[in-house]
């Protein structure tokens, strides 16, 4: 079965400081993996996406993530923090490989931005 | 381009009643998928319809239904509301529905039973 696992509930960071967010992985096949950000009363962004192409993925906003088989992880990072990346983070898994794409989610981590 | 649309955006009812939601996907979308997402949780997956036909569906009791339209829109349906049916439903779009694909969310309906 997949399943996601998001180390940190909460994470707090400084402007200008940089961003980890972690995120491990299970799963019996090659995942379909993503991380999306929702801020308050919003629907879901997508940030970006692995798709067992490069294992180092660039998405929006200045967000990347690298895929490590080794270490089934699938952690975001992006170098410095701005407060409009205050937002809770999910990190998905796509569910069951082939013809769905049932989504499995993470419980989130929320990054809250000190000025 | 528009992206995905969900009506309403917000939605009170009493327990007993049932309740319908929309959801128009990305032109050219022709997968639709439903989350719910309740208060400080990650949402869960409630079915996935590709091209009219249910191809999904999650651990969800018979009350909850769906289905797609030719245009590819799609209704999630919800029979003898509960109190714990209160939560943010979450429509998403894809292309084709194959777990490659990105999903596209529309900004959901806010489900509120009193």
């Known amino acids: 079965a997949q399943s996601v696992t998001q180390l940190d509930s909460h994470v707090s960071v400084s402007e200008g400081t940089p961003v980890l967010l972690r995120c491990n992985y299970s799963s019996s096949y090659s995942p379909s993996l993503f991380w999306y950000v929702q801020h308050p009363n919003k629907g879901l962004q997508l940030l970006l996406k692995y798709t067992s192409a490069a294992t180092l993925v660039k998405g929006i906003n200045g967000f990347e993530a690298e895929f490590k088989k080794s270490e089934t992880s699938f952690h975001l990072t992006k170098p410095s923090a701005h407060m409009s990346d205050a937002a809770e983070y999910f990190c998905?898994?796509?569910?069951?490989?082939?013809?769905?794409?049932?989504?499995?989610f993470g419980t989130g981590t929320l990054l809250a931005v000190q000025p | 381009d528009a992206g995905v649309t969900q009506s309403p955006t917000h939605l009170i009812k009493t327990r007993g009643q049932h309740v319908t939601l929309r959801c128009s996907p990305i032109?050219?979308?022709?997968?639709v998928s439903w989350y719910q997402q309740v208060l400080g949780q990650g949402p869960q997956f409630i079915f996935q319809y590709y091209e009219k036909e249910e191809r999904g569906r999650g651990n969800f009791p018979d009350r909850f239904s769906a289905r797609q339209f030719p245009n590819y829109s799609s209704e999630l349906n919800v029979n003898a509301l509960l109190l714990g049916d209160s939560a943010l439903y979450l429509c998403a779009s894809s292309t084709t529905g194959f777990d490659n694909q990105p999903q596209h969310f529309g900004d959901g309906t806010r489900l509120s039973i009193l």
């Open positions: 032109s050219g979308h022709k997968s």
């Open positions: 998905v898994v796509s569910g069951s490989g082939g013809a769905t794409n049932k989504l499995i």
